[in-house]
Structures are given as structure tokens and as C-alpha cells.
């Protein structure tokens, strides 16, 4: 298996631009999860999915985040309009059952100017 | 706060030395699991441990669990330079559908 694809793997793009985020889960994995890294606030839960549905997003920071799984293979999170506090590194991991191991994948470093 | 709490924050040793790190916690769980994640990559899991067991090995690690203190250790023995890395422990809290990840400990392991 190829683990958890994330794309892009670098983003810089400018304050007020929208930004997509993307991730493709190990296939057979139920559960889906985005993370924030940052030195400051270190690793944050963003939101979850259980079998495509939204379990908890209550660490989404702000109404300018949304996070969608259309299906079993495909998930994005995007920020409309992007601010310079957003850079950080966004990890998507997924795992057979929310309380599993889960899967990282290589991360998506995100810069707004 | 949920949330396992790393102690130390950072830890450096001289290759060939042991490594422990802590983790504490405050609810009861289902189970408590150790990560690793290299600089600029995404982390790695290590071990897990249900809250039923008391101790765990996998090669150079050893994970003991304490449910009595709500406390984990993972020992790394015999450190390498490629062990430098942070750790994370993470709990599965019971009556909760998502694993709580901690701020992480920094070990550095000087050859």
C-alpha cells in the first residue's frame, strides 16, 4: 500500500487566497483525520471523519476552514480566505477505527505571505 | 484537559545510553499509543498498549503502562544518532472516539 497521499506537499500562496488541501486514505480505513503542526500550538486535531461522516470539527479554528470527504478515498480541507497565522504544516491520517493506529502522511507545508 | 502531557520536554544523551520519556494523563482509557516523528515528516507509530496490559516490546523499545499512576513509559535502549527524533504519546480515552496526542518530547542523541 502507498500510505496516506497527501498533495500539495508545499503550498506559498498569498494572504486572502483560497487554499486546497488534499488527501487520498489507506484504502479500508474508516477513519480520517486532519492535523495542524505548528512550533507554537504543536499538533492539533482540526476534524475528523468516521465513514465519510464529520464526527468532530471542533477544532477547526475558524468559519474560514472546511474540511470535506465526498468518499472513502478522498478528503480536502480548504481555508478561503488564507491568512499568514494559517502557515503551518497540515498532516491527514487515517485508521481503521477512530481510537486505531493511525497513518500519517508526509504533510503539506503551507506558507501565506 | 484531556490531553497526555510529555515529561521531559526535551531530552539529550550520548549514543549508546538509555532513553526514557513519561507520559501522564488524567481519565481512564482503552488504550495508550507511542509515535515518533522526524524532522519535517509525518509520525510514526511505534507502539500501542491497551489498558489492560502492563508492559510492551518491540526491539529496542519497551512501553509500560500504569493505570493505577495514569502513566506511560516508553525506554529506548542502547540510542543511536538516528533515534533523534520527537516522540508523542497519544490516548484513546474511553467513552471518547479519537486519540489525544501530547506536545512531545525532543530527544537528541549525540554520537
Known amino acids: 500500500d502507498a500510505g496516506v497521499i497527501q498533495s500539495p506537499r508545499h503550498e506559498v500562496t498569498e494572504m486572502g487566497q483560497e487554499v486546497t488541501l488534499r488527501c487520498k486514505p489507506i484504502s479500508g480505513h474508516n477513519s480520517l483525520f486532519w492535523y495542524r503542526q505548528t512550533m507554537m500550538r504543536g499538533l492539533e486535531l482540526l476534524i475528523y471523519f468516521n465513514n465519510n461522516v464529520p464526527i468532530d470539527d471542533s477544532g477547526m479554528p475558524e468559519d474560514r476552514f472546511s474540511a470535506k470527504m465526498p468518499n472513502a478515498s478522498f478528503s480536502t480541507l480548504k481555508i478561503q480566505p488564507s491568512e499568514p497565522r494559517d502557515s503551518a504544516v497540515y498532516f491527514c491520517?487515517?485508521?481503521?477505527?477512530?481510537?486505531?493506529?493511525?497513518?500519517f502522511g508526509p504533510g503539506t507545508r503551507l506558507t501565506v505571505l | 484537559s484531556q490531553q497526555g502531557e510529555e515529561d521531559p520536554q526535551a531530552l539529550s544523551i550520548q549514543e549508546g545510553e538509555n532513553a526514557t520519556m513519561n507520559c501522564s494523563y488524567k481519565?481512564?482509557?482503552?488504550?495508550l499509543q507511542w509515535y515518533r516523528q522526524n524532522s519535517g515528516r509525518g509520525l510514526v507509530h511505534l507502539i500501542l498498549i491497551r489498558s489492560n496490559e502492563r508492559e510492551k516490546h518491540s526491539g529496542r523499545l519497551r512501553v509500560t503502562l500504569d493505570t493505577s499512576k495514569k502513566s506511560s513509559s516508553l525506554l529506548i535502549t542502547a540510542s543511536r544518532a538516528a533515534d533523534t527524533a520527537s516522540y508523542f504519546c497519544a490516548t484513546g480515552f474511553q467513552g471518547a472516539q479519537k486519540l489525544v496526542f501530547g506536545q512531545g518530547t525532543r530527544l537528541t542523541i549525540n554520537p
Open positions: 481519565t481512564s482509557i482503552n488504550n
Open positions: 491520517a487515517s485508521s481503521l477505527f477512530t481510537t486505531d493506529t493511525q497513518y
